[in-house]
């Protein structure tokens, strides 16, 4: 799973939230960023396929 946060500076508060939110609920999650694009922010969460997930299971 990969989740793409992408914000301007004026929302770095609302986008810390979700990120911690995010975190909480998928711990082994990897978080990166990038500043590719100035002033635009770019936040990639990725979630590794084979990895337990929030409230489900691993199937067979």
């Known amino acids: 799973m990969k989740i793409t946060i992408s914000y301007l500076p004026e929302y770095a508060?609302?986008?810390a939230a979700v990120i911690q939110l995010v975190r909480k609920l998928l711990p082994s999650a990897v978080v990166r960023s990038s500043v590719s694009r100035p002033p635009?922010?770019?936040?990639?969460?990725?979630?590794?396929?084979?990895?337990?997930?929030?409230?489900?299971t691993k199937k067979p």
């Open 13 to 15: 508060k609302a986008a």
């Open 40 to 56: 635009r922010k770019i936040v990639y969460i990725t979630l590794k396929s084979g990895e337990k997930r929030c409230g489900t």
